[in-house]
């Protein structure tokens, strides 16, 4: 048994695909929108796997560090490729509880209505 809550929101930033033959080599930009689940095997004393409004709260927290940024000039993107992939990764990895009892279970971005990527530790 376990319980899952997702928040959504969004962010827009500017990139450029290293080593991309194509229109995405160079600099383009992007109207994020971000989706984070969070799981809990039992709920918390108010009946909750996470208060919606502390986990948007985070994820903000960790997306106000790329908003209407060039992502290539953010020192993780300077080693890693700023495809949605390594931003999933970024956004994971900012994002991750330290509470044993919450686990953040996986981060899906969207670039456009129709092309996303996620990251789990599955």
């Known amino acids: 048994m376990s319980f899952e809550i997702?928040?959504?929101?969004?962010?827009?930033?500017?990139h450029r695909l290293v080593g991309y033959k194509g229109k995405c080599e160079e600099l383009h930009g992007h109207n994020w929108k971000t989706e984070a689940i969070f799981l809990r095997?039992?709920?918390?004393?108010?009946?909750?796997?996470?208060?919606?409004?502390?986990?948007?709260?985070?994820?903000n927290r960790v997306l106000k560090k790329l908003d209407h940024k060039c992502l290539n000039d953010l020192d993780f993107f300077k080693k890693n490729n700023p495809?949605?992939?390594?931003?999933?990764?970024?956004?994971?990895?900012?994002?991750?509880?330290?509470?044993?009892?919450?686990?953040?279970?996986?981060?899906?971005?969207?670039?456009?209505?129709?092309?996303?990527a996620s990251y789990s530790e599955e």
């Open 41 to 59: 095997k039992d709920l918390d004393k108010k009946g909750m796997v996470l208060d919606f409004k502390v986990a948007k709260k985070r994820l």
């Open 83 to 116: 495809t949605s992939e390594n931003i999933c990764y970024f956004i994971y990895s900012n994002l991750k509880s330290k509470d044993k009892n919450l686990k953040l279970l996986k981060v899906t971005v969207w670039e456009t209505d129709r092309c996303s």
């Open 6 to 14: 997702a928040v959504r929101s969004e962010f827009s930033s500017a």
